[in-house]
Each structure stands twice: as structure tokens, then as C-alpha cells.
């Protein structure tokens, strides 16, 4: 089943200021995370087994919330380096 992505406000407030490049790769990288949140080949474990990290675009940095009962992944931080 594929999951549904959603935007913490930290994430949405993180957004309003990056170019819109970073807006396209984040989708572009949420788009392959919601077909398996888990996939070890597009996403890195972290200390809480509910969070995960993935890199998007080349030089980002996603870290999403997984809501299994949901099957809702939450975008809850971001790191640019472009």
C-alpha cells in the first residue's frame, strides 16, 4: 500500500525561504519514500524507530515521521546544503 505525505508546519515555514528547486526534489523524494517508507536503498534508520532520513536532490536532507496505522509519512525536518 502506498502511504500518503504530508508537511509538519516546521517543514512548510523551512520551504517558504528555499528556491523552488528544493520544493520540486522534495516531492520528487517523498513521491519514491510513500511506495516503502522503509526501503534501506532511498532512506536511513535514526535513533526513533518512527523517523527515518533520505536525501533529496543531491545535497538535502528529509527527516519523515511514519505513521504505519495511517499510513501517513510527515516531512518533520530539512536540511539544505544547495
Same mark, same amino acid.
Given at each position: 500500500m502506498t502511504y500518503r505525505a504530508e508537511l509538519s508546519p516546521?517543514?512548510?515555514?523551512q520551504l $517558504?525561504?528555499?528556491?523552488e528547486q528544493v520544493?520540486? $526534489?522534495l516531492a520528487e523524494a517523498l513521491g519514491v519514500i510513500v511506495v516503502d517508507p522503509y526501503d534501506?536503498?532511498?532512506?536511513?534508520p535514526t535513533p526513533n524507530p518512527r523517523i527515518?532520513? $533520505?536525501v533529496f536532490g543531491g545535497v538535502g536532507l528529509v527527516d519523515y515521521l511514519i505513521?504505519?496505522?495511517?499510513?501517513v509519512v510527515v516531512a518533520v525536518d530539512l536540511v539544505w546544503g544547495g
Open positions: 516546521q517543514v512548510l515555514r $517558504a525561504g528555499m528556491p520544493q520540486f $526534489a534501506p536503498t532511498t532512506s536511513e527515518r532520513q $533520505a505513521w504505519d496505522e495511517l499510513l
